[in-house]
């Protein structure tokens, strides 16, 4: 079965920068849609982003423009650059692997943005 392994988040001040990384293991990847999701606690995981085999991408509105979603098919791996961090874009990110038949989640890595 497919697993996949969120990786990069970290503490970062208002404004700066991360890169999350995830890499799947067990399963052909490059014929998955990859989304991100993030959530915090108490509240609804939220769709952040998403791209499709052919390298198509869609995000949430609210994060256009800040947020790049990409893949590298060889490396089995997809990433989520994230720059001009806020204070609320605080939560454990998530990625999904979904194909018609099967969907895969990761753990999640924890993303702190503070002062």
């Known amino acids: 079965q497919v697993q996949l392994v969120e990786s990069g988040g970290g503490s970062v001040q208002p404004g700066g920068s991360l890169r999350l990384s995830c890499t799947a293991s067990g399963g052909i990847f490059s014929g998955y849609v990859v989304n991100w999701y993030r959530q915090t606690p108490g509240n609804q995981r939220d769709w952040v982003a998403l791209?499709?085999?052919?390298?198509?991408?869609n995000y949430a509105d609210s994060l256009k423009g800040r947020f790049t979603i990409s893949r590298d098919n060889a490396k089995n791996t997809v990433y989520l650059q994230m720059n001009g961090l806020k204070f609320e874009d605080t939560a454990v990110y998530y990625c999904n692997a979904a194909s018609p038949l099967r969907n895969f989640w990761g753990r999640g890595t924890q993303v702190t943005v503070s002062s």
């Open positions: 791209i499709y085999s052919d390298g198509t991408t």
